[in-house]
């Protein structure tokens, strides 16, 4: 959503928009994995990572409007992808428990800077 949105381009989304996702910013993972890299406590588990909040996908594109100004910005609904999956959200008691872990970086936050880091980049459309 954000390099388009940043491009001037009307977002997709795949079905309704009230599926949902469990987002995390990435330095949140990074800390997830130098906390297993330092105990033995997480070998042999499968361990998710993640912020343990679900946002629904309408709600991603309306805080991503509000950052990057483009407020009358109206999503494109197409049909839904086949296969995918309604609602997803991580049980992160794992990390918790065994590696310490906490999201450290607020999904409103992560955003707000992987916003900043598409405008500083070459990566923008």
């Not at 483009?70 to 086949?82: D, I, L, M, N």
């Amino acid at each position: 959503f954000i390099s388009v949105l940043l491009s001037g381009e009307q977002p997709v989304i795949f079905g309704d928009g009230e599926q949902s996702r469990d987002f995390t910013y990435i330095a949140n993972v990074v800390d997830a994995n130098l906390r297993a890299a330092q105990t033995s406590r997480g070998v042999g588990h499968v361990i998710n990572v993640a912020n343990g909040e679900r946002i629904t996908l309408n709600q991603l594109l309306e805080e991503l409007k509000k950052i990057t100004g483009r407020t009358e910005v109206r999503a494109e609904y197409r049909e839904p992808r086949v296969g995918d999956v309604r609602h997803s959200l991580a049980d992160i008691s794992r990390a918790r428990d065994l590696l310490g872990y906490e999201p450290q970086i607020e999904l409103q936050e992560g955003l707000q800077r992987t916003v900043e880091w598409y405008r500083e980049s070459r990566f923008a459309r």
